[in-house]
């Protein structure tokens, strides 16, 4: 079955071809189908609504079953900040390491004990005969004071789980642990009851 992965971003694409590969769905995007998708305001308040309002954009595009995440970093002391703003936490040119930056300047004085944090990513599917659902993952950890590993992205270098940092860790393992991981397993689980 062919899915849409509604997604501008190349590294979740690759992230997210990878964990739904096994499942029998051949995911596609932008590049496969020589579209160019519009830009999604993500209008939001929660992770639901954004990743609902990208995967019905998705399906308004190209008529497929489309698939859409939103994940962010919820930071305890910082009352659940970033959160669905995560992308975009620096600012408008915001750009992963400036993110990762201003995080870490934002708990500079916080003792690492309390400096927990989940990452959390919701995928929203939708069909183009009105179908759909979502599926909820998410990943406890702390965040770290300072960067470590080139693998991921995102907040990856700084988010330290029981496995270790995600910026260090094997995609393999980080995909048995990760929100995103986690949510496509439920996704998993929930699809076999619409195909």
Same mark, same amino acid.
Request: charged share 30%; proline share 4%; glycine share 12%.
């Given at each position: 079955?062919?899915?849409?992965?509604?997604?501008?971003?190349p590294k979740?694409?690759?992230?997210l071809?990878?964990?739904?590969?096994?499942?029998?769905?051949d995911?596609v995007?932008?590049s496969d189908?020589?579209?160019v998708?519009?830009?999604?305001?993500?209008t939001?308040?929660?992770f639901?609504e954004?990743a609902?309002?990208k995967?019905?954009?998705?399906m308004? *595009?190209? $008529?497929l079953?489309?698939v859409?995440?939103?994940s962010?970093?919820c930071? @305890?002391a910082?009352? /659940?900040?970033p959160? !669905?703003?995560?992308?975009?936490y620096?600012?408008p040119d915001s750009?992963?390491?400036?993110?990762i930056e201003?995080l870490?300047?934002?708990l500079k004085?916080?003792?690492?004990?309390?400096?927990t944090?989940r990452?959390?990513?919701v995928v929203?599917c939708v069909?183009?005969?009105?179908?759909s659902?979502? *599926?909820e $993952?998410?990943?406890?950890?702390?965040i770290t004071?300072e960067k470590?590993? @080139?693998n991921g992205f /995102?907040?990856?270098? !700084?988010f330290?789980t029981?496995?270790?940092?995600?910026g260090e860790?094997d995609s393999s393992v980080?995909?048995?642990?990760?929100?995103?991981?986690?949510a496509l397993?439920?996704?998993?689980e929930?699809?076999?009851d619409?195909?």
């Open positions: 079955m062919k899915f849409f992965i509604a997604t501008k971003n979740k694409l690759k992230e071809k990878r964990i739904l590969e096994p499942l029998g769905i995911a995007c932008e189908l020589d579209i998708l519009p830009e999604v305001e993500e939001g308040t929660t639901s954004n609902m309002l995967a019905v954009s998705g308004n *595009a190209t $008529g079953v489309s859409a995440d939103d962010g970093l930071v @305890d910082l009352g /659940g900040e959160g !669905v703003y995560s992308a975009r620096s600012g750009n992963d390491n400036r993110n201003k870490l300047e934002s004085d916080v003792p690492y004990e309390i400096r944090a990452f959390v990513t929203a069909f183009p005969d009105g179908r659902f979502t *599926a $993952g998410v990943c406890e950890g702390h004071t470590h590993g @080139d /995102g907040y990856d270098p !700084v330290e029981h496995k270790g940092v995600f860790l980080k995909d048995a642990i990760s929100h995103r991981g986690k397993k439920k996704f998993s929930i699809i076999k619409y195909i």
